[in-house]
């Protein structure tokens, strides 16, 4: 009783959308390195868990190796034709803060640079690295976050991210997000 | 020279946005049940490999314990009600695809089912588990992939995920996605 045609496919990677994230990482300045990625998430609530899975021979996956932490740095609108290019090019090749004329900023917790252009900076710090095949899977803590001043309400004070135009990613493709839905629950309210 | 203020925040999950999509598991139709997730991403390229967090009090960590197998369907802006209400209710007390009306159909290479208004069906099957706290991550290899058929190019025959008006989810919002921003690659195009 099928009502909706189906087509198999090979076995891939299709969940999508997905978040897109710069991961800055380095001991010192003339380490720093970007990496853009898509393969990225929250893995648990408390305590506060993500991972980001990195190719081994990515320069990011020596560094972040030998630090063990790094920032996941969000992007927004503005930033994402750097966070494109910092995918695409490698830091073998390219002083990549240097190039985009992003600005590193001290972390407060980990050993590693914040991007200040980003609009929320997530200082993680590595407890598991799992080899998957392609890629290996950095298990981490989320040890302090911080948000630009801008995105808190000036009336309540709360964090309103809307307000930071942030962007996913989806099959190849940058998207900003665009008309909001509903609110978590919103399935349930009374005054739907 | 800090040109942009930031205030610190508690150590918390802030990677936004993420995906969110249902997750529908069960060994026959009176065990079938949904939960939609938003802690879920891909964490390998090849063999293509996902995972899906869930806490252990929550009835689809007990059946996904006991299969070994799930399967993760995206959620469209149709099924975006949907998806909220089975992230907020347990099936436990509910029989999630009667009281959606979902339609359960065979999945071809796991034991589970897949929704059939989902527009592309993620048949995983789980690796290894590891606890975290007041989550368990389920890393999971992809085994198929179903899509519909209409979401296929008639002149390609490529698949236009666009066309599905997938559903992102970003503190505590679900979103469609917006304008189109560019396409992987595109800080690099010459005819930029």
Redesign the interface.
Known sequence: M??????????????????V?MVSCGNTVGDYNIITV??????????????V?IRPERLSHEIIKNTGCFV?N?VD?NL???A??C???SGRKYNKFLETGL?P?RA?KVNAPMI??SP????CKVT?V?P????D?F?A??????????L?SKKTDA?E??YAK???????????????????????EKNR
Chains 1, 2 share one sequence.
């Open positions: 099928a009502k909706v045609r189906k087509r198999a496919m090979r076995a891939g990677n299709m969940l999508n959308p997905t978040p994230v898509a393969w990225t998430g929250t893995t648990n609530s408390d305590p506060p868990g993500c991972f899975s996941i969000l609108r994402a034709a750097c494109d290019w995918g695409v090019v600005t900023i407060s200040e252009e929320v900076n997530i200082e598991q799992i998957l095949g392609t890629h899977m298990l803590e989320v040890m302090a976050v911080h948000a630009n001043e801008s808190f964090l991210l809307q942030l962007v996913c990613y989806s099959h190849g493709h940058y998207y900003a997000l665009g008309e909001k839905i509903g609110k978590f629950g919103f399935s349930v």
